[in-house]
T-cell receptor
């Protein structure tokens, strides 16, 4: 089954304790993104990757890191989480980026993170 | 700047028709998406428009006018399960194919 998986689905942690949220897709997609979703603010892009070893900042990258060593995996790293990073996080993947091409984004199930 | 506007909330009755509007101002345009999102779940794809006009898919239709920076999602024969948020998203025209999301419209269906 074609899918995007994220782990963990729920996480409660404390300020300053490093954590990683994993994201994996089995569709051989080139383009992957991380979003956070907060009430009243909608989906905001944190980081994205156009292919292996190619990553770039989205709209709200502060406090986050990513890596793309393999095509299928795109982990999100919070080196020193803070309470303002409490949010619902979604990973998404798209076949390819291309002007005019029909590129639906497939979303993972989400990770609800609480930082105390 | 980049801006996508859609109403925050709407209410409609089961069996009726509802139209959710979206206006956008972006640096270029390479397509508009509509997604459905139930509370606490991931967004799921509904439609994609890149040319002007109406795209129909079952009970859902999406319209685009590029000259007006305007789209709408039309939901017919509303069902209780259509209670969800509806996200308008635009693919802006830049080298990284960025997709910008609106804040979503929460649709409440009354019996």
């Amino acid at each position: 089954e074609a899918q995007v998986t994220q782990n963990p689905r729920y996480l409660i942690t404390v300020t300053g304790k490093k954590l990683t949220v994993t994201c994996s897709q089995n569709m051989n997609h080139e383009y992957m993104s991380w979003y956070r979703q907060d009430p009243g603010l909608g989906l905001r892009q944190i980081y994205y990757s156009m292919n292996v070893e190619v990553t770039d900042k989205g709209d709200v990258p502060e406090g986050y890191k990513v890596s793309r060593k393999e095509k299928r995996n795109f982990p999100l790293i919070l080196e020193s989480p803070s309470p303002n990073q409490t949010s619902l996080y979604f990973c998404a993947s798209t076949l390819t980026s291309g002007v005019g091409s029909y590129n639906e984004q497939f979303f993972g199930p989400g990770t609800r993170l609480t930082v105390l | 700047g980049q801006n996508i506007d859609q109403p925050t909330e709407m209410t409609a009755t089961e069996g009726a028709i509802v139209q959710i509007n979206c206006t956008y101002q972006t640096s270029g345009f390479n397509g508009l998406f509509w997604y459905q999102q139930h509370a606490g779940e991931a967004p799921t794809f509904l439609s994609y428009n890149v040319l002007d006009g109406l795209e129909e898919k079952g009970r859902f239709s999406s319209f685009l006018s590029r000259s007006k920076g305007y789209s709408y999602l039309l939901l017919k024969e509303l069902q209780m399960k259509d209670s969800a948020s509806y996200l308008c998203a635009v693919r802006a025209e830049n080298r990284d194919d960025k997709i910008i999301f609106g804040k979503g419209t929460r649709l409440h269906i009354l019996p």
